[in-house]
T-cell receptor
Framework: AQSVTQLDSHVSVSEGTPVLLRCNYS??????LFWYVQHPNKGLQLLLK??????LVKGINGFEAEFKKSETSFHLTKPSAHMSDAAEYFC????????????FGSGTQLTVLP | DSGVTQTPKHLITATGQRVTLRCSPR?????VYWYQQSLDQGLQFLIQ???????AKGNILERFSAQQFPDLHSELNLSSLELGDSALYFC?????????????FGPGTRLTVL
């Protein structure tokens, strides 16, 4: 069984300040972990993914995430928020066993204030 | 643009009716996934097809069915519709069927059941 918990349903930051979106996962197998972003009325876009290579993963638009097995966490960060980062972010886990479907977190709505 | 297309963009229908949602994967992708996004349930995996065969099943109701055709497009059939079926339905595709394969999402079909 696999699950993912996004610890904050809403995060609000000022433009130019750091972003931290928190995610904890649970998986019976070595997981693959992803962060997806959904802008209003749009489909989901992959930001980055972890697949058991480097624990620090760099993604698009300046985002990165660190896989910490001891803490079962995969938090998403960005040094400096931009107005265009305002969107909903989903942390996603996929077990490497027979189940290949993605399990999504409940999402974190990021608001960027001017 | 992810390369995944979904039709129609919007669908309004009545309870008890049946609808068909269509998805065309990215060129060359063999896997198609269907997801349902609703306010109360979040994003949930429904079903996956790989090269025409059902590969994984998630929280898909018995009233729902899907298939993938030889040209790799897929259809999701929803019957005996209920108010609670109103949601955004996403299709995604990937080149393989491994847990680490990136999935590319279409723009979704918004279904409203009145």
């Amino acid at each position: 069984a696999q699950s993912v918990t996004q610890l904050d349903s809403h995060v609000s930051v000022s433009e130019g300040t750091p972003v931290l979106l928190r995610c904890n996962y649970s998986s019976s197998y070595s997981p693959s972990l992803f962060w997806y972003v959904q802008h209003p009325n749009k489909g989901l876009q992959l930001l980055l993914k972890y697949t058991s290579a480097a624990t620090l993963v760099k993604g698009i638009n300046g985002f990165e995430a660190e896989f910490k097995k001891s803490e079962t966490s995969f938090h998403l960060t960005k040094p400096s928020a931009h107005m265009s980062d305002a969107a909903e972010y989903f942390c996603v886990v996929s077990a490497s066993g027979s189940a290949r479907q993605l399990t999504f977190g409940s999402g974190t709505q990021l608001t960027v204030l001017p | 643009d992810s390369g995944v297309t979904q039709t129609p963009k919007h669908l309004i229908t009545a309870t008890g009716q049946r609808v068909t949602l269509r998805c065309s994967p990215r060129s060359g992708d063999l896997s198609v996934y269907w997801y349902q996004q609703s306010l109360d349930q979040g994003l949930q995996f429904l079903i996956q097809y790989y090269n025409g065969e059902e590969r994984a099943k998630g929280n898909i109701l018995e009233r729902f069915s899907a298939q993938q055709f030889p040209d790799l497009h897929s259809e999701l059939n929803l019957s005996s519709l209920e108010l609670g079926d109103s949601a955004l339905y996403f299709c995604a595709s990937s080149g393989g069927d491994r847990s680490y394969n990136e999935q590319f999402f279409g723009p979704g079909t918004r279904l409203t059941v009145l």
